[in-house]
């Protein structure tokens, strides 16, 4: 079995090509705001519905007009930017027909536009552009040059599009990758059932917890100081934008150890375990806010913000996106079920009531007396709801 997966790489450009990466990721800024403006406008004056194949058709005239400008870069990574603004207009529709909250897209700003795609590679990219060399690996980029990449594993599977993101200082290239192969376990005779939690990051079914580390709280001292810097400088000194990079560093180096975190405690699961059920969680709507409205104000405010700040810290989406590419990846069988009432049900007699959830971590069942941690016994629910669904669509 192949699956498509991506390869991120740390690049290290030198000065000269830094200032190019910043330029090209400007100018497709502008080429982006300039598209969405184009849309707004003709749809504004003359109700006229402007799409991707009528900008895309209009590039090789604004690329002519801007020849040491727009006519640097790739016209294949123009046209993504372009197809990049179309999928946010095709998402905005889609939630207008289903009711949701339509977030119309929206400029963006000087450090909201990270990324630039070339979607083939070979055309106005080339990955390993010099593959002659002995030690080192370098992706070439038109309008840039070659750049070196500090490749830390081997590239598997075949390069299909190369994408360019800048993290705060660094810069990393993104290799989207098909028929990279699968590399399957063998059979560990086992199956258990998860519960995501705050306490511990994971609880699984036979009893185990995998810690949760907390890495934002951890670091709360450090940002504070950081942010109490930054609320003290003057907006568009150089001061103010080196504390801006500071507290960035903090937060993306929360963001690497979650990551690390995540990965380790799933590549754990999938290697002890041939079938893993999870709950669907609406992470969403579990971390949205109680502050209410003026006329119609929340309750417990402090303490919702508080669980929101445990949830988010965790990583449940992270983790739960990892651990079903690793699943994938080892062939094991990964099942979401519905986390309604799987908390509040007792593992041994099927009563569900909310005083069998005696505090967070403890269960005590007023029908029958079990007792349990609660964390083991909702996942043991989540374990058999998990057993039930596979059976009924082996028997459909």
């Known amino acids: 079995m192949a699956v498509r997966r991506s390869f991120k790489f740390l690049m290290r450009p030198t000065r000269h090509q830094e200032i190019a990466l910043a330029a090209c990721l400007e100018d497709h800024r502008q080429l982006y705001n300039a598209a969405l403006e184009h849309r707004r ?7 006229v519905t402007i799409r991707y194949g009528d900008q895309s058709g209009e590039l090789k005239h604004i690329r002519a007009d801007d020849p040491g400008g727009q006519a640097r870069w790739s016209f294949s ?12 207009f095709r998402a905005f529709f889609d939630r207008v027909k289903q009711g949701r909250t339509p977030g119309f897209p929206r400029f963006k700003g000087k450090g909201w536009f990270d990324t630039a795609e070339w979607p083939k590679d070979g055309d106005g990219c080339r990955w390993d ?63 258990a059932g998860i519960d995501m939690g705050v306490a511990s990051l994971v609880t699984t079914s036979d009893g185990e917890h995998l810690d949760n580390p907390r890495h934002l709280a951890a670091s709360a001292d450090r940002l504070a100081v950081a942010q109490r810097d930054l609320s003290r400088k003057k907006r568009g000194s150089k001061r103010r934008r080196k504390a801006v990079a500071r507290v960035a560093a ?28 999870h709950e669907d969680l609406r992470i969403a709507n579990m971390t949205r806010s109680a502050s209410g409205t003026i006329e119609r104000p929340g309750c417990n405010v402090a303490r919702k913000a508080g669980l929101n700040r445990s949830i988010l810290d965790a990583g449940w989406g992270v983790f739960l996106t990892i651990l079903s590419h690793k699943a994938e990846s080892a062939g094991r069988e990964l099942i979401a079920v519905d986390p309604r009432n799987t908390s509040r049900t007792c593992a041994r007699c099927g009563h569900c009531a909310k005083e069998n959830r005696t505090t967070q971590a403890e269960f005590a069942c007023s029908a029958c007396g079990h007792t349990a941690h609660a964390d083991v016994n909702a996942a043991i629910n989540i374990l058999r709801a998990g057993l039930a669904l596979r059976e009924a669509a082996e028997a459909a």
């Open 41 to 47: 406008t003709a749809y504004r004056k003359a109700c």
């Open 77 to 88: 990574s123009q046209q993504a930017t372009l197809r990049r603004l179309d999928k946010a």
């Open 129 to 191: 552009s010099q593959p002659g060399h002995p030690t080192v690996t370098f992706v070439r980029l038109q309008g840039i040059g070659h750049v070196r990449v500090h490749q830390h594993r081997r590239v598997l599977g075949t390069v299909k599009t190369i994408s360019v993101k800048r993290e705060g200082s660094r810069w990393y290239v993104v290799l989207s990758c098909d028929d990279v192969p699968a590399r399957t376990l063998p059979a560990a005779a086992a199956v």
């Open 250 to 277: 903090l937060h993306a180096k929360v963001r690497r150890q979650r990551l690390d975190g995540a990965h380790k405690a799933a590549l754990a699961l999938v290697g002890a375990y041939d079938l893993i059920v």
